[in-house]
């Protein structure tokens, strides 16, 4: 074993046989890996083979489509079947839900480049004639679904990267990750310790126990998972002949069940609803290649409807039953990137589908490492999405409702249950008891709106406009002619402290940092001048400055933070987390209202558009920004959380005669979407510019320096390639939700960010991004977009519909 490396990857499964590939491809060849046992020895080599390009992500979706077509690539450098079947896939739709869900994973698909396709029942049925067609509502076509030999892919990948200079240590187990003072690692392992430059823990069922050897405690967790393979099957048999290929793939989503041929049988497998977590606390090291006892009981309910709808397979006898573990973490997707607070350490864990994910998950960080960008959108996959709030039995909890609903819809208003409450405020419960339903954000319960009395406060879920709309309306309308509270304690907020932190502000951000008393809104860009924060700063003191942000993204943050923070003490980052809580009043009256609340100056000169105060309200000591996400006069108040109730009395004594109304997220959202307000991690993300996304007068050029800036001003003199521009849409009774196609002059030339319906202005919005060529095309109907397989009239707005000159933000 060599004395130094580059980098060291421990786990010798396919995810980190493809990070030691992808970082040789990036040009790091002084790169190793660390095998416990023998190469695909953890989950790896009971894996199914299956692949898919599908996933509820787009950009993990683009990813997974990479995956699927680097195969042949490796092949062609190593010599090494992977054993590719490209048979194609169907996705069977027993109800008109289900088939809606597919026609907008089919809307999806087009941009993205995929190849799908909607089929009948009896299309489907001439594809597969296995099927029972009276089951099926219809189906959908994935071309690039197949299956490949799990073993050959993953010895392909260790042998392309050996052709490259990587070295690989089989019979080796890491034992102990110590850091240096010059930030490298020492790893001990049984054959002795090497010190590498980064470390990646690719560990599979054991990326637990080496996230525990740098003192963290990562999300994710192992399942118990079965599949059965059938003896030779005449019908099988019978179609090879016919057809002179093999069956496709097939997920039945009633029964749970996917299903492939094998030989000339099939192979079938089940996400239960009975599913089992396999060990919750500690994987043993001396887990070897070893199958765990199948138990048929756990997967019969599956088994009897997948029985009815394929008929054959209950005649078909069982040859074998595997019972294998893999990880997931809480919502299914990857653990990316590197972790915030432990340099140069890197997770790339929780690969729940290695096949359909494991390429572009090594692509993705090998980029990342070597480029310092992962060069995607990978936040859907990358580990800093989750914070300390993600304990072991949170994570258990939502593995587990995750792997049960696998193959169920999931609505785009849905609140999943599990694990929840997991944060509240001390809000909670009074704002329940006023009919609040409750959203989960970042972990913590946030209203999303408020059922009146008489008033079941439940969402009926659906893809449709549902059973919130009209009250929903009822809060934006109280807003826009009154006024309303809604409490906002799930934003990021951070302090900045010292006497480098205005210097150090300026450097991470685009517009300058604000006079004493004063807010500025402003992005963060990363190198290559795209957008990876958004933020409001207010500066309360020469050397104190306060910061809002997106609640989702501040793990992401702090690490960005962290990586630029100097190293002479001279910045002190404090996040307050829910150490700082907040209620927002908005409105035409929400002046009136705080004026009795306050004995200081808070008149339209007193208190202008864009001041912070720090000052008594309700009795409590507050922070005022004078500014809100609804484009109205308003005002986010922020107190330490032991005052929060007794603001929140305070507010609903003094508006009570003021025709105060309770406002919930999804009014806020709509209230922004009548501004044209963009927003994190929809609008604004890490593939979009500043200007792209419309946020010219946020982005000050004139600054000397700041990271971002040379490829911003690129951007700012050659247009970009995108705009960013909000559409009215001739919906019927469903609105956009995002990621939906955009079309013009009958193609796909974009998606939607996010959209819902402006209530006080009576439009259904859509938000997205287009060519900038076709930003100008203000024709009425210039455009169409595609909801739930039905292409609606959509036309680009010049101008925010509700206020465009902004005045009631300023009155
Ligand atoms: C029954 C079953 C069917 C499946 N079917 C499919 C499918 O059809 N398609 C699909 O895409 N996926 C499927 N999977 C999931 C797939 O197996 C996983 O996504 C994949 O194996 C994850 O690979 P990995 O490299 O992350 O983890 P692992 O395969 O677990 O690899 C981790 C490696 O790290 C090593 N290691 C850990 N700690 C150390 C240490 N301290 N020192 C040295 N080495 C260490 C381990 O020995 C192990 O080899 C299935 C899984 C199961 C169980």
């Known amino acids: 074993m060599k004395s130094h490396t580059r980098v060291a990857v421990i786990g010798g499964g396919v995810v980190g046989c493809s990070v030691l590939y992808h970082l040789t491809k990036a040009g790091w060849t002084d790169v190793v890996l660390i095998e416990r046992d023998q190469l695909t020895s953890g989950s790896t080599w009971h894996a199914a083979g299956g692949f898919?390009?599908?996933n509820g992500d787009p950009n993990v979706a683009k990813l997974q489509g990479y995956t699927i077509g680097l195969y042949d690539e490796l092949e062609k450098i190593t010599g090494q079947s992977c054993g590719l079947h490209r048979s194609g896939g169907l996705l069977l739709a027993d109800t008109p839900e289900r088939m809606e869900w597919l026609k907008m994973a089919h809307g999806r698909a087009r941009y993205l480049g995929l190849e799908t396709e909607l089929l009948t029942p009896s299309e489907a049925k001439q594809m597969l004639p296995l099927i029972e067609e009276k089951y099926f509502v219809g189906a959908m076509l994935d071309a690039a679904d197949g299956n490949l030999d799990p073993y050959?892919?993953?010895?392909?990948?260790?042998?392309?990267?050996?052709?490259?200079?990587?070295?690989?240590?089989v019979q080796t187990r890491v034992t102990g990750l110590a850091r240096r003072p010059n930030g490298t690692w020492d790893v001990a392992t049984t054959q002795g310790t090497i010190n590498a430059e980064h470390v990646v823990n690719a560990g599979g069922l054991w990326a637990r126990e080496v996230g525990r050897m740098v003192g963290i405690e990562l999300p994710v967790l192992a399942m118990e998972h079965m599949y059965l393979v059938t003896d030779e099957m005449p019908e099988v048999v019978a179609y090879n002949k016919e057809r002179g290929h093999e069956l496709p793939h097939a997920i039945d989503f009633k029964a749970e069940i996917y299903m492939r041929q094998e030989h000339s049988g099939l192979v079938l497998g089940t996400y239960e609803k009975a599913c089992v977590p396999w060990q919750p606390r500690t994987t043993p090291w001396e887990f070897g290649a070893e199958l765990l006892p199948p138990d048929l009981d756990r997967i019969a309910p599956s088994l009897e409807i997948?029985?009815?709808?394929?008929?054959?397979?209950?005649?078909?006898?069982?040859?074998?039953?595997?019972?294998?573990?893999?990880?997931?973490?809480?919502?299914?997707?990857?653990?990316?990137?590197?972790?915030?607070?432990?340099?140069?350490?890197?997770?790339?864990?929780?690969?729940?589908?290695?096949?359909?994910?494991?390429?572009?998950?090594?692509?993705?960080?090998?980029?990342?490492?070597?480029?310092?960008?992962?060069?995607?959108?990978?936040?859907?996959?990358?580990?800093?999405?989750?914070?300390?709030?993600?304990?072991?039995?949170?994570?258990?909890?939502?593995?587990?409702?995750?792997?049960?609903?696998?193959?169920?819809?999931?609505?785009?208003?849905?609140?999943?249950?599990?694990?929840?409450?997991?944060?509240t405020t001390a809000l909670y419960d009074v704002l329940r008891a006023r009919g609040a339903v409750m959203g989960d954000s970042w972990g913590l319960e946030t209203p999303l709106w408020y059922a009146p009395p008489g008033v079941e406060p439940v969402d009926i879920v659906s893809f449709h406009r549902s059973n919130d709309f009209e009250h929903v309306r009822a809060e934006c309308l109280g807003v826009r002619n009154a006024v309303g509270v809604t409490e906002i304690a799930n934003f990021a907020k951070y302090e900045f402290t010292g006497p480098g932190a205005e210097a150090f502000l300026a450097k991470l951000m685009t517009n300058r940092m604000p006079k004493a008393g004063r807010l500025v809104l402003t992005p963060m860009l990363n190198p290559a001048g795209k957008l990876i924060g958004d933020f409001t700063i207010a500066r309360a003191a020469a050397d104190r400055f306060l910061m809002w942000g997106s609640s989702q993204a501040q793990v992401y943050h702090m690490r960005w933070f962290e990586q630029h923070l100097p190293s002479d003490g001279s910045v002190r980052i404090h996040r307050y987390d829910m150490g700082l809580v907040g209620?927002?009043?908005?409105?035409?009256?929400?002046?009136?209202?705080?004026?009795?609340?306050?004995?200081?100056?808070?008149?339209?000169?007193?208190?202008?558009?864009?001041?912070?105060?720090?000052?008594?309200?309700?009795?409590?000591?507050?922070?005022?920004?004078?500014?809100?996400?609804?484009?109205?006069?308003?005002?986010?108040?922020?107190?330490?959380?032991?005052?929060?109730?007794?603001?929140?009395?305070?507010?609903?004594?003094?508006?009570?005669?003021?025709?105060?109304?309770?406002?919930?997220?999804?009014?806020?959202?709509?209230?922004?979407?009548?501004?044209?307000?963009?927003?994190?991690?929809?609008?604004?993300?890490?593939?979009?510019?500043?200007?792209?996304?419309g946020l010219d007068r946020f982005v000050d050029l004139g600054k000397p320096d700041f990271i971002g800036r040379e490829a911003a001003l690129r951007e700012k003199q050659t247009g970009g390639t995108l705009r960013r521009v909000s559409f009215m849409v001739e919906a019927l009774d469903a609105d956009v939700l995002g990621d939906e196609p955009i079309w013009h002059a009958g193609k796909v030339i974009g998606w939607v960010t996010s959209g819902g319906y402006g209530h006080y202005v009576g439009l259904s919005l859509a938000q997205g991004y287009v060519p900038?060529?076709?930003?100008?095309?203000?024709?009425?109907?210039?455009?169409?977009?595609?909801?739930?397989?039905?292409?609606?009239?959509?036309?680009?707005?010049?101008?925010?519909?509700?206020?465009?000159?902004?005045?009631?933000?300023?009155?």
């Open 152 to 169: 050959g892919t993953t010895h392909a990948y260790a042998k392309a990267a050996r052709i490259a200079g990587a070295e690989v240590y």
């Open 583 to 693: 209620l927002s009043i908005a409105g035409p009256r929400s002046r009136q209202l705080l004026e009795r609340l306050t004995d200081e100056d808070v008149s339209a000169t007193g208190l202008r558009f864009m001041d912070f105060r720090q000052m008594d309200i309700a009795n409590v000591p507050a922070m005022i920004n004078r500014v809100t996400y609804s484009g109205d006069l308003g005002y986010e108040i922020w107190v330490a959380p032991e005052f929060q109730r007794r603001l929140y009395q305070g507010i609903c004594d003094a508006g009570r005669d003021l025709g105060l109304v309770h406002f919930g997220m999804r009014a806020l959202l709509s209230l922004r979407l009548e501004k044209n307000f963009p927003t994190w991690y929809r609008e604004l993300r890490p593939i979009y510019g500043p200007f792209e996304a």
């Open 772 to 811: 900038v060529a076709l930003a100008t095309d203000v024709g009425a109907g210039a455009f169409e977009i595609e909801i739930l397989g039905d292409r609606r009239k959509a036309t680009i707005l010049v101008e925010p519909p509700f206020d465009p000159e902004g005045q009631r933000m300023r009155m």
């Open 306 to 423: 997948g029985y009815r709808h394929f008929p054959a397979m209950e005649r078909a006898g069982i040859k074998r039953v595997i019972n294998g573990p893999f990880t997931f973490s809480p919502d299914g997707n990857p653990l990316v990137g590197p972790v915030q607070g432990v340099p140069n350490f890197w997770c790339a864990c929780a690969v729940m589908a290695g096949f359909s994910q494991g390429g572009g998950v090594g692509l993705a960080l090998s980029q990342w490492m070597v480029n310092g960008d992962p060069g995607f959108d990978v936040w859907g996959m990358d580990v800093a999405r989750y914070g300390g709030w993600a304990t072991r039995s949170y994570t258990n909890e939502k593995v587990r409702e995750n792997y049960s609903k696998r193959f169920s819809i999931r609505f785009p208003n849905e609140e999943l249950p599990a694990a929840r409450p997991q944060q």
């Open 52 to 54: 898919h390009t599908l």
